[in-house]
């Protein structure tokens, strides 16, 4: 650790970086810098020195970056949930553009007119339906719920949040007050509040251990009085189990598509944070099947159909393959419920399926859309293979990405374009779609 007393010469920031900080140079040594903007010149200390980097902290403002903008939030630069709200929004996606592609450019992965400008997000505040948020109940009684503090993992006590969907902070702060007096309190670890597009909403406590069943029927009041359905979830043996106590199980998500307005998704399930954006998303890939004019799709880690039943309009049969047994039988349910019938689901290991699945069927399309972790093991698996023809890759992490494109490049993909979308307005996350033919 270093004082805290400036003792480098003042810093320029140049650029911002995948991870949120700003990047200045002393010396030729790249420093980084949390909550800087573009064109600030700034006072600074080293906070943490590196062989290649330091980490710095900001001390003052010499001349203001005109990206700067106030903070919408009381909590912005404590809570670890937002690191670009003092950034505008046109400057937010301009640097996730740069950001995406110095990445891919990096690797030599594309050339420069191969990534496209970031999709803006249609919301820049109110955009997240999800969220998922730690909750600690002190000695004194008191409950504390909320995100941890950058780098550390001390709780930030939420009392306003701008980026989440309107409607959902009541509802928290009602759920916070009843459980602040109820015996679930101590057992509470963390709280996941999901809103449906039709403004109908689903908290799902975790908790350490099952609860008595008079503590249930108590929990399964304060849903009324919060306006929300109640699930409790708690591990039991190796697994985790949920529990219903009250109110509708399915929330819904519209696609923005005629053909399939809407889809489900239950307690357990996956689903995009940003309604809005989902989609965009939709229309990225939608876009890439027509220009592969492939007719039999693969969709590997499907969730609950998110893109394969839109896919399916398209394509004379698509297969989703997911290895959630909540998301699959959503999946099944969607296509029922929107009379698709060249949708076939199977709950499956991805990786485990992949072989006999390829072996067993002509496919001329993959769709990919891994967790943040990414794909390595199916992209080595498809690189390998003599088909299919076309990936496209959905990503919600550049860094995996660009790992795993470079895995495909290696098997004679070659990339087509690449869109990053804006699911994370506030944040330096980026969703991306690419699209690889060879």
């Known amino acids: 650790m270093c004082s805290p007393n400036p003792s480098f010469e003042p810093l320029y920031i140049e650029t911002l970086t995948y991870g949120g900080d700003g990047l200045g140079r002393d010396s030729g040594m790249v420093v980084f810098i949390p909550f800087s903007a573009p064109g600030d010149r700034i006072l600074w200390t080293p906070v943490k020195r590196h062989r290649s980097f330091v980490r710095g902290k900001l001390l003052d403002l010499i001349s203001i970056s005109r990206w700067r903008t106030p903070p919408r939030c009381r909590h912005f630069g404590s809570c670890g949930g937002c690191q670009w709200q003092h950034v505008t929004y046109e400057a937010q996606c301009r640097f996730k553009t740069e950001i995406f592609s110095s990445i891919l450019l990096g690797k030599g992965l594309v050339s420069p007119g191969d990534v496209r400008s970031t999709r803006p997000s249609v919301m820049k505040w109110h955009y997240r339906s999800r969220v998922r948020l730690k909750c600690k109940s002190s000695h004194r009684g008191k409950l504390k719920m909320g995100f941890y503090k950058n780098s550390s993992h001390e709780l930030v006590d939420l009392e306003e949040c701008p980026i989440m969907a309107k409607g959902m902070f009541p509802c928290l702060t009602r759920l916070k007050e009843g459980l602040s007096i109820s015996r679930v309190a101590s057992m509470l670890e963390g709280i996941e509040l999901q809103m449906g597009g039709n403004g109908c909403k689903r908290a799902i406590l975790d908790l350490r251990r099952a609860c008595p069943g008079g503590d249930i029927d108590s929990i399964g009041r304060l849903g009324q009085t919060a306006n929300c359905a109640i699930f409790l979830r708690f591990k039991s043996g190796r697994k985790k189990r949920i529990l219903p106590v009250s109110g509708k199980q399915d929330l819904d998500m519209m696609t923005g598509l005629s053909s399939v ?178």
Not at 335 to 357: C, K, M, T, V
Not at 359 to 366: P, Q
Not at 404 to 431: A, R
Request: glycine fraction near 8%; charge should be neutral; proline fraction near 6%.
């Open 261 to 438: 307005p809407a889809l489900r998704y239950g307690p357990g399930g996956f689903s995009q944070i940003n309604h809005f954006q989902n989609t965009v998303l939709i229309e990225a890939v939608l876009s890439a099947v027509m220009q592969t004019g492939a007719r039999h799709v693969l969709d590997l880690y499907c969730g609950m159909g998110n893109l394969t039943l839109p896919v399916s309009t398209l394509v004379k049969k698509v297969v989703g393959v997911e290895n959630s047994p909540v998301s699959i039988r959503y999946a099944r349910n969607n296509a029922s419920l929107n009379h698709i019938e060249n949708a076939q689901f199977i709950r499956a290991d991805i990786e485990g399926a992949l072989h006999h699945l390829m072996e067993t069927g002509h496919y001329d399309l993959v769709i990919l859309d891994p967790p943040r972790r990414g794909a390595k093991g199916v992209t080595d698996w498809i690189a390998a293979a003599k088909g299919p023809d076309s990936v496209i890759y959905v990503s919600c992490d550049p860094m995996t990405l660009a790992r795993d494109l470079m895995i495909l490049k290696n098997g004679g993909f070659c990339i087509s374009w690449s869109q990053p979308i804006d699911f994370f307005p506030q944040t330096y996350h980026i969703e991306s779609v690419t699209l690889l033919q060879r």
